[in-house]
């Protein structure tokens, strides 16, 4: 399959839509992205890349830098990870404190803000040797030591995330944080705060797509089985409250940032992963969403 072709139709299209969606401007560090930054990148088990546009430069990728904590999550805890997160679509905002109250500090799901600050949590045991762990972690399984947290977001978000100091501080009243609010949001700041492109991610997550296994860091980074089960988590509740709309367009497990980035994987197949700030209502890239609804279309790729 011609995938760089498909890439180039697929910009050229997208490249007309004049609706591009609003700026995640409630992070001031965020604020001044130009809404017309358009990258996307194909990363394939064979080992192939293809892309256009911006999908070398770099971006903060916000909620995608969920999938690495929970896959460092599944890592040490393994299947003790959903007693303490659920794994059911949240129907509600990523940022939402509702459901937490009569659930009992139990997040629905571990991409929600409340869930992946108790994924932070189960790996932190201090808070300077997480994020440099975490960082070599994602450096590995992109294969780019220049993956780098962007510290001045890191702060812009300490500075702003009063909600997610609730959510924190909420989940700890029942119990289900075991360190302390403030050590588990410094970690989840500068997790949120990871820099990449879209080509660095297509690469990163490519493990899903290959039943576990990573060709730059040459490990099993999951086994199948946790592959399998990531992927399903992915499909259900990767993309916020609007999961069902994507995989109504999409048909892919994937996840998204408010930095406008998406990931979406074809298990045996490739990684797609595709970058423009202009966000929908959801939350999700407005751009981002059609280039993936296209790319599927296209290729006739999809999980169903």
């Not at 498909?6 to 995640?24: H, N, T």
């Not at 999908?55 to 909620?63: K, L, N, P, T, Y």
């Not at 197949?269 to 209502?281: I, K, M």
Request: glycine residues 8%; proline residues 3%.
């Amino acid at each position: 399959m011609d995938y760089q072709k498909i890439l180039k139709d697929i910009f050229s299209e997208v490249s007309e839509m004049e609706q591009r969606g609003k700026i995640a401007n409630y992070i001031p560090a965020l604020a001044n992205i130009d809404a017309h930054k358009f990258g996307m990148a194909v990363h394939t088990i064979r080992g192939d890349d293809f892309w256009v546009g911006n999908a070398h430069e770099f971006f903060s990728i916000q909620s995608i830098a969920k999938v690495f904590t929970l896959t460092k999550a599944m890592q040490i805890h393994d299947e003790d990870v959903w007693k303490r997160v659920g794994k059911e679509p949240s129907g509600t905002s990523f940022n939402s404190l509702v459901q937490l109250e009569y659930e009992e500090g139990i997040p629905r799901n571990p991409f929600m803000n409340a869930g992946a600050l108790v994924i932070t949590d189960m790996i932190t045991k201090s808070t300077g040797k997480m994020k440099k762990e975490l960082i070599e972690f994602v450096r590995n399984l992109a294969g780019n030591n220049q993956v780098s947290y962007d510290f001045e977001v890191a702060q812009s978000e300490k500075e702003t995330g009063y909600r997610n100091v609730a959510l924190a501080n909420f989940i700890k009243s029942f119990g289900n944080l075991k360190n302390q609010p403030k050590d588990v949001l410094d970690v989840y700041y500068h997790q949120s705060a990871i820099q990449m492109s879209c080509l660095d991610l297509s690469r990163a997550f490519i493990y899903l797509a290959n039943g576990g296994l990573s060709p730059y860091c040459k490990q099993q980074v999951l086994s199948p089985r946790q592959t399998k089960r990531m992927n399903s988590v992915l499909l259900t509740s990767g993309m916020y409250d609007a999961v069902g709309d994507f995989a109504y367009k999409v048909g892919l497990p994937g996840k998204s940032g408010v930095g406008g980035g998406i990931v979406a994987i074809i298990p045996g197949h490739l990684v797609v992963s595709v970058w423009s700030p202009g966000l929908n209502t959801s939350g999700n890239s407005q751009i981002g969403l059609k280039a993936l609804e296209l790319f599927t279309t296209y290729t006739g790729l999809s999980v169903f």
